[in-house]
């Protein structure tokens, strides 16, 4: 997995990050999850060790501005005395900062962090995203927030050009699902093949729009084998030709479904995406679609597969 690490949903690959073991077991036959009992606790445990292989770590003075630049080619810029303590005392000297960044989607599935933006009016949508990232900032292993009126400058690296469509989201958790709220005010501008912005928040941010959807909409169901449900496997959507990148998280009657939280358009080109963990290792299948009207998709099998071979299956998605 080669992501960069540095920013704000943390990241860059030039500070350098940590590397991750990676299996190396050959491809077997599938597993019957009735025997083998899916570990929901196991396949959390793999997105959090991909998040935590993305970290990129540096060392600043909070008394004075400072830049750093994430393995990715991102750079975040601060402002000098922009940092507070849990009391609201402005921090000064040494604080260390650690950047999670995800460029592309086949970053973003790995690190199960998917592209769906709360609407204003309510419910979901997918997003086309121009970068997450993930920023926490520490002094003495104390967790530090930025004062109010501050926030950092940022420039991302625009690989597929600049898209003038791209606006500020701030992430939000509700327990492991993580969607993203469109910033009241924001502005975004591109040059020279980076995007220029700024961020107030620390945590999760992103670079996004929501994706054309004006045609024809339908729900999305995906049945899966018996065994596996949203307790234990993770189901995505990934966008043909776009850095986007949705999840099913509700399951009902047997199957995962998008409903009641948005519909996608008819004629999309996608290829859905199940992860799951079985005795410790990786069981997945992936299957090309095109969306059609109530489209039901049947998943027959996950199989097993290593760490390296999944990664490579990703990268190689559309």
Not at 97 to 105: I, T, Y
Not at 147 to 160: C, K, L, Q
Not at 253 to 273: C, D, K, M, W
Not at 287 to 309: G, K, P, R
């Amino acid at each position: 997995m080669n992501l960069g690490k540095t920013f704000l949903y943390g990241l860059a690959v030039s500070g350098l990050i940590l590397t991750a073991c990676k299996k190396e077991e050959d491809n077997q036959p599938t597993t019957d999850p009735q025997t083998n009992n899916p570990s929901a606790q196991d396949l959390g445990a793999y997105f959090d060790q991909n998040i935590q292989d993305e970290v990129e770590s540096f060392t600043a003075d909070a008394s004075s501005s400072f830049m750093i630049t994430t393995s990715g080619g991102s750079q975040l810029s601060f402002p000098a005395n922009a940092f507070e303590d849990a009391n609201g005392n402005t921090v000064s000297g040494s604080i260390n900062l650690e950047v999670v960044e995800l460029l592309d989607k086949h970053s973003m599935l790995l690190a199960n962090k998917p592209t769906m933006g709360n609407l204003p009016g309510g419910g979901r949508a997918p997003l086309t995203s121009g970068g997450e990232f993930r920023v926490t900032a520490t002094q003495n292993g104390n967790e530090i927030d930025l004062r109010d009126g501050f926030g950092y400058s940022a420039t991302v690296p625009a690989p597929n050009g600049i898209d003038p469509n791209m606006d500020v989201f701030y992430g939000s958790s509700n327990g492991d699902t993580l969607t993203w709220d469109q910033a009241d005010s924001a502005a975004v501008w591109g040059q020279n093949g980076f995007y220029e912005t700024y961020f107030d928040s620390l945590n999760w941010v992103n670079l996004d729009y929501f994706t054309d959807s004006s045609g024809m909409n339908t729900t999305i169901n995906v049945e899966v084998p018996a065994g596996f449900d949203n307790t234990n496997c993770m189901l995505f959507i990934s966008f043909d030709g776009l850095n986007s990148l949705a999840n099913l998280y509700n399951y009902q009657n047997g199957a995962f479904t998008s409903a009641p939280y948005y519909t996608l358009e008819i004629g999309t080109e996608v290829h859905f995406v199940a992860v799951s963990s079985i005795n410790g290792d990786l069981h997945t299948a992936i299957v090309s679609a095109t969306i059609d009207n109530n489209h039901y998709e049947v998943i027959s099998s996950l199989d097993l597969t290593s760490e390296s071979q999944f990664e490579s299956d990703i990268n190689a998605l559309p």
